[in-house]
């Protein structure tokens, strides 16, 4: 009987033991002498992680300042819109769409910052920078048309979409100069090369967001995310196609609006149809406020 | 005989701590801050707040959320690998992504002020400018009253 609760205990008492308690064990008798018990595995086992490979390793804090160097790039070529007013509003709308994302925490938080250009178009930046141009909230009709289009760029940060256009070989080379385990600050010559790979990155990134734009499977994947993360805050999901449905008329015209965007008519017929939540209402209280916001 | 009869419920207890175990984990918070919320859900009360690096100890997940002794923490904020912090042997390629996170170390402050000096281009004024710009949660919740987008049975 006792044999058998030791038996049946000894998957429950190797969980509990966890791997701290791995330095205790008598290793050169499990390993029938193979293994000096001298040697400390703890360090053996941080020894033998492998080294970071890709842009699935970039941590919560170096997506965050790859983030804010992108971000000051892009307010380098464009000029911040001063409105109190209208930024406070967006950005609240932004928060609330984030918060039903599929990353709702991100390092530092999700932040907004509208543009003062009349071109047409938005961007996220990685670590949760978003910026929308002045031209962008001028052609939208609603709060709900508002909340699809921040949660099309939520969507791009939760999926990581700007990371993924990051040269695997910049942070191969990042990874490297780290490899050499770096101790509180970098000496010149690691500081030198890593700015210079942190640099690459941040410019793969730039190109990306405001030249070339992401690739079409990622805009159509942001479009369907993010009406349903308009779904989820309560708003109208299918405020997104009504969204697209305007610009597509202007575009048939021979006119292209969004510069880093698919065509709209193409955007709407890769949208999937995603009904409102049972919660969903209309509001005339959202109506006045961003009438009230977004008087441009 | 007896100790036949016995044995199912032996196995089954024994059954029952490993699972338990096995729910068991430690989650490290992985954001510089987050909200610790009374209920598994976002606007529910706080019950607190968690800063980067601080652990806790979870004996529960609902649909998302890691139940600690202080409240829920949402899943996207921590992380349940084992996390190791030596600041004076420093972190290095050989850790994990999140020891990097906490050690604040790979692309960091340091890394940004040596860009910042080649790339004068860069606004990094306006960025702290707009990262100043955040919604407190009170102002947050009446604007979803108010729009009629506050979720059923939250911040009761």
Redesign the interface.
Known sequence: ?KR??MI??A??AF??AG?AELQKMDMNKLSGGRISNNVDLTKVA??V?A??KGVE??????EY??G??V???I???YK?LNDAKI??YV??VA??VA??S????????Y???VLDSEEVNAFAAPGG?IFVTKGLLKRLKS?DELACVLAHEVAHIAQKHGLKTIQTSRLTS?????????????TPSQ??Q??TA??G??DDVVNKLVVNGYSRDKEYEADHSGALYAKN???DPGAMRSFLERVAQVESSGMSLFKTHPPAGKRMAELRAVDPSA?Y?R?T??ER?FSAAVAL | MK?MK??PL??AA??L??AS??LAATVTV???E?TLRKRPQ??APSAGTARLGQTFESEDAVEGWYKVSRGYL?H??VTTK?V?LG?E??????????E??LA?????????K???A??S????S??D???R???GES??LS??R???????GAAQ
């Open positions: 009987m058998l609760f049946a205990l998957p429950a969980l509990a791997c941080k020894g992680k080294l970071r390793e970039i941590s919560e804090s170096e300042y790859i804010r160097a971000s000051a790039q307010l380098g070529r911040p930024n406070l950005q609240t928060q609330v918060r039903t599929d990353r709702p925490e991100i390092f530092k938080g932040h907004v910052q920078f709060e990042a990874f490297a100069i780290l490899g050499s385990e770096v101790a509180k600050n970098y500081l030198t890593l700015t942190f640099e990155a941040v805050a309560s708003y919660s209402r509001s209280e959202r406020r | 100790m016995r044995t032996v196995l024994a059954a701590l490993a175990a096995a992985l954001v510089q987050t976002f606007f949402h996207s904020a084992s190791h600041s042997e420093g972190v290095g390629g050989g850790a994990s992504v999140d990097i996170t604040g170390k790979g692309f960091n402050a340091q890394v940004e040596s860009y910042g080649k790339n281009g860069a606004n990094f306006a960025v400018a707009l990262e710009r955040s919604v102002a947050l604007f979803l108010a729009g009629g987008l506050l979720p059923t």
